[in-house]
């Protein structure tokens, strides 16, 4: 799963603090959540499963530095070190087709960060629990140079 770019939110953030020295204070944890629907890169659109015990999940510590892998303008990506595990669902959730990283965990609060479409969707029907595997989570931007 790849999350292509910054979020609208994010890239507001970065650009003022390199330009006009101001800057959003850092989140004290990232929260990982899953949409039912493609974001738009402002944030609106993503459809959080409201059902199944479904919630964010920690990912503050699962991200592993920033480094460049290559390619024409080049990209920079960071992956989760650690597996991302969801609650497992004690209802279906539906079709989880695209993810973001967020600043707050309650749903339908914070700022989405970064989000993106799932390669694969993936049906969380009951009794499943969504997982992550090490690496499989990737943020990447590519310099727009």
């Not at 899953?34 to 479904?54: A, I, K, Q, R």
Request: aromatic share 10%; charged share 10%.
């Amino acid at each position: 799963m790849a999350l292509n770019g910054y979020a609208d939110y994010l890239a507001i953030n970065l650009q003022n603090h390199f330009l006009v020295s101001t800057w959003t204070p850092v989140a004290a944890s990232l929260w990982v959540g899953l949409s039912l629907t493609v974001p738009n890169p402002d944030g609106t659109g993503f459809s959080e499963p409201t059902v199944g015990d479904y919630a964010r999940e920690n990912s503050a510590t699962m991200w592993g530095n920033a480094a460049s892998i290559g390619g024409t303008p080049p990209v920079i990506q960071s992956k989760n070190v650690g597996d991302i595990t969801f609650t497992t669902a004690s209802v279906s959730w539906g079709t989880v087709v695209a993810a973001a990283v967020f600043d707050a965990q309650p749903i339908g609060t914070g700022n989405m960060l970064f989000g993106g479409e799932l390669v694969t969707p993936k049906l969380i029907q009951a009794a499943t629990q969504p997982v992550f595997l090490t690496d499989a989570f990737k943020v990447s931007t590519a310099n727009q140079s």
